[in-house]
C-alpha cells in the first residue's frame, strides 16, 4: 500500500511579516507546532517538514520532536524549491504526499482526514479541499507525481500541476475556511489572534 507522508513547507523567510512567523505564538504554542500537531494527530503516517531560513531557531522547537526535518539550501528561490527538496526526502516506498504550508495552523485534523480518505477511496492522484468554490491546503498528490514535479519551472508553482492533469483531480467539499488562511502580514496574525482570545 504505502505509507501517506505529510511535508510542511517553513523554509521561507517571512519578509513580509518582518519576523519568523514560524516562531510567532499560535494557541499557545508556536505557529509550526501548531501545524504540525495537527498533523501528527491525523491520519498520516510520516510528517516531514522543510527548513531554510530560521532553521537553527525552528529544528529544535519541543512540538517538533516526533517529526523528521530536512534543509532546503535553495530556499530563496521560493516555496516550489522546498516542495521538490520534499519530495526528494522522501521515501521510496510512499504512496502519496499531501503539501502543507507552515503557516496555515487553521487546518484541521478533520480536514486532513476527509482529503486522505477521498483519495483512498478514489482512483484520483490529486485531492484539494475546496471551501467556497476555492481550491485550499492541503493539496494531496499521488507519488507517480514525483517526476513531474521535478520538472515543474518555478515560475509556474505546485498548482499547475491539477491544470497539467484536469482529470486526475478530485475536489472535497469542506466547511471550513481554514484551508484558505494563511498569515503573510503582521496585521492578519493579529487580527486572528484577536479573534482567538
Request: proline share 4%; with cysteine; net charge negative.
Amino acid at each position: 500500500m504505502g505509507d501517506i507522508w505529510a511535508l510542511i513547507l517553513a523554509a521561507g523567510e517571512s519578509k513580509r511579516m518582518g519576523t519568523p512567523k514560524m516562531l510567532l505564538t499560535f494557541n499557545g504554542s508556536t505557529m509550526i507546532e501548531t501545524v504540525a500537531a495537527n498533523v501528527t494527530r491525523s491520519n498520516v503516517n510520516q510528517t516531514l517538514i522543510v527548513l531554510g531560513a530560521e532553521k537553527e531557531s525552528i529544528v529544535h522547537l519541543p512540538g517538533l520532536q516526533p517529526v523528521i526535518c530536512c534543509f532546503n539550501d535553495n530556499y530563496k528561490e521560493g516555496m516550489l524549491s522546498s516542495v521538490k527538496c520534499g519530495f526528494r526526502n522522501i521515501s521510496s516506498g510512499t504512496r502519496a504526499v499531501m503539501v502543507f504550508q507552515g503557516d496555515q495552523p487553521l487546518i484541521t485534523t478533520q480536514v486532513i482526514n476527509s482529503v486522505i480518505e477521498a483519495y483512498l477511496t478514489s482512483e484520483k492522484g490529486i485531492v484539494n479541499p475546496v471551501f467556497n468554490n476555492r481550491r485550499g491546503h492541503p493539496v494531496l498528490i499521488d507519488i507517480k507525481y514525483r517526476d513531474e514535479i521535478e520538472k515543474l519551472s518555478h515560475n509556474v508553482g505546485l498548482r499547475s500541476l491539477a491544470y497539467m492533469f484536469p482529470e486526475d483531480v478530485l475536489e472535497v467539499s469542506t466547511n471550513e475556511p481554514g484551508i484558505l488562511r494563511d498569515f503573510d502580514t503582521y496585521d492578519q496574525y493579529l487580527k486572528e489572534i484577536n479573534q482567538l482570545c
